[in-house]
């Protein structure tokens, strides 16, 4: 494995823990992301940052 793919394999398990971590959040992540152009990234981070 190169080092692109490790990066990408660690990058894949930090997008996966941020996910579950997030799960309290469901509804609001589902209502940002029924916006257009809004991913489930951007709208977890949205969250985060109003939860500050």
Request: proline fraction near 2%; glycine fraction near 2%.
């Amino acid at each position: 494995m190169d080092t692109l793919e490790q990066h990408e394999a660690t990058f894949d398990k930090l997008e996966d823990r941020i996910k579950i971590d997030a799960a309290p959040f469901i509804h609001e992540i589902d209502i940002l992301t029924s916006m257009s152009g809004i991913s489930v990234m951007t709208a977890i981070a949205i969250v985060a940052d109003i939860m500050k």
